[in-house]
Nanobody, 121 residues
């Protein structure tokens, strides 16, 4: 059984930082591509960052502010967020898939339950 559990969300002021974690269990291994997405109310789901082996990918909206990393020994992926803006307020989701293309361009196979990030102005 695959499980992705996000943590680290919360309330932060604009300009602040927050670090999210996603702990994976089950068949998720280093061979899986993993990514962070977010969805704000009334908005479509937005891809943010992905990591596949040693390569990382970022959406333009977060490039330079967010950093994705993974610790294969802990089977955990992280999202370091800095210079946060009120428009970053959303539920943040972790996702995983054996296929990077499906993860980044389609619909990932596995999802976490999400963690709320609220940025106040």
């Amino acid at each position: 059984q695959v499980q992705l559990v996000e943590s680290g969300g919360g309330l932060v002021r604009a300009g602040g930082s927050l670090n999210l974690s996603c702990a994976a269990s089950g068949r998720i291994s280093r061979n899986y591509a993993m990514a962070w997405f977010r969805q704000a109310p009334r908005n479509e789901r937005e891809r943010l960052a992905a990591v596949f082996y040693t390569s990382t990918y970022y959406a333009d909206s977060v490039k330079g502010r967010f950093t994705i990393s993974r610790d294969n020994a802990k089977n955990t992926v992280y999202l370091q967020m800095s210079s946060l803006k009120p428009e970053d307020t959303a539920v943040y989701y972790c996702a995983a898939d054996l296929s990077f293309d499906r993860l980044w361009y389609d619909n990932p196979q596995y999802w976490g339950q999400g963690t709320q990030v609220t940025v106040s102005s």
